[in-house]
């Protein structure tokens, strides 16, 4: 049995996936920035900001994988990312896409913390606790924008009303979130 202190900790399936998790966190937002342009296209500003916000999110997590990674001295490559979709037939379509994305991005989550714990890599794995609660937020926040995307069938106009009166109740920014490389945004 290995010890993450028994080998370098870019030896492992752990830092592979992390470098991986980056790229996904950087596609992850410029999915969402996709999304935000062919709303802002359609007229609907609250949809397409609440898209804007949820890629800085993303970019954001990326950066904290990124920051982690520097004060673990580990390299850090700087990927390209991934195709987006920017054509989507009505409001329910990007929606769904956000949630079917989340949901990936829960499953890599849990397979980083799985590869931590089996790597005995006790830093790795609380980094990935923070991760973990992310996404049980992200999920539950999105199936309720779907929900509400899908009643309002055609009258988009109930999704803008939704999104205005919930902004209202924005959450304040996590203390406990990691730090991002350069700050977050």
Known sequence: MTHASDTSPTAGKFYHLLSDQVRNEFTASQQYIAIAVWFDSHDLPELASHFYAQSVEERNHAMMLVQWMLDRDMPVVIP???EVINE?????????????????VTEQIKALFGAAR?????????????????QVEEIASITTLLTIAQRAGDDWFDVETYLARESLNA?????DAPSAAGGAL
Do not use: R, T
């Open 80 to 82: 390209s990312v991934g």
């Open 88 to 104: 989507f037939a009505n409001i329910v379509e990007p929606i769904q896409l956000a949630l079917s994305q989340e949901h990936a």
């Open 118 to 134: 089996a790597e005995f890599d006790y830093l790795g794995e609380q980094f990935m606790l923070w991760f973990l609660k992310e």
């Open 171 to 175: 959450s304040v920014p996590d203390a």
